[in-house]
């Protein structure tokens, strides 16, 4: 989903299924003119995630960015980041960093999508949000006060601001290495994004 696109949305649910791919760059990604923050220790190639729970292109790709992951070599550091675009998207991002900080984010990662764009429930509402959480087997109290820490917003800002390292304009898009950057239109789809960030990986443990 493109950023223009985000922007025009009156409701973060209301996202539309057509992807509209825009013009490829002839390599499929781009060189970053200033790098961007990368947390990955010494020796490891980190790879950026960008999503949000409102896009269903992200809905879509998640299995198979999951997928990849899970073969994804030793020396590959893989985190996700939850755009965000305008203050619109700040309910979304704080239910992906509070169920982070709690260490559920492999238990409820999908089920959030799915009960966001397939079920139709307003999770980015905190009276719509709560209860759901705790029939997903959470604790509310911890969640609640996880969701409106200082810590939460925190990584909200640290979210935006790399997005904006890494120019993200469209989502899902990854980030690697702090140097390079590629999205679906600019790749051209889900599995060319992978091979791209594949490509890339190797080059940088070429470059040591």
Known sequence: MKRREFAQLALLGAVPAAWSLGAQADSGYVALKQPASVLAPKGQVE?????????????????????????????VSVRLVHVGFNKNFEPLQRIYYALESLGQVQALHAKVFKAFQEQKKRLDQPDVLFPWVAEQGLDRAKFEAAYQSFSVATQIRQAVQLQDQYQVEGTPAIGIAGRYYTDGSMAGGFEQMVQITNRLIEQERKRG
């Open 47 to 75: 790879v950026v995630q960008f999503f949000s729970y409102g896009c269903v292109h992200c809905k879509n790709f998640d299995p198979m960015f999951e997928a990849w992951r899970k073969t994804a070599a030793k020396d």
